[in-house]
């Protein structure tokens, strides 16, 4: 069984940053896709970010690209998320899920595992 635990999120002004971490407990998370999703209050969950098994390839959310980052640590089976230049309109609980398919998908239904979220709220 795979347990992930996200960390890093709290109050931002707008325009600063937050690096958002997701420890997973497993021995195998090196093989794993990593993904980063939120959910803004009334709104449905949506994709962030997601980075393959070995950290070659990284995918974004439009509205996200140029600001965040999405890293992995395979040898402390963690992986970050860090995000500059904050908006308002990033505020939400973001979750960290793991993919056995170790390839980096947007589409929620390919993740196996999820953390159980950090609050991140950005101010104007």
């Known amino acids: 069984q795979v347990r992930l635990v996200e960390s890093g999120g709290g109050l931002a002004q707008a325009g600063g940053s937050l690096r958002l971490s997701c420890a997973s407990s497993g021995r195998i998370f090196s093989i794993y896709a990593m993904g980063w999703f939120r959910q803004a209050p009334g709104k449905e969950r949506e994709f962030v970010a997601a980075?393959?098994?070995?950290?070659?390839?990284?995918i974004y959310t439009d509205s996200v690209k140029g600001r965040f980052t999405v890293l992995r640590d395979s040898a402390k089976s963690t992986v970050f998320l860090q995000m500059n230049s904050l908006k308002p309109e990033d505020t939400g609980v973001y979750y960290c899920?793991?993919?056995?398919?170790?390839?980096?998908?947007?589409?929620?239904?390919?993740?196996?595992?999820w953390g159980q979220g950090t609050q991140v709220t950005v101010s104007s």
């Open positions: 980075i393959n098994w070995n950290g070659g390839n990284t």
């Open positions: 899920a793991g993919d056995k398919s170790a390839v980096a998908h947007t589409d929620a239904t390919w993740y196996d595992y």
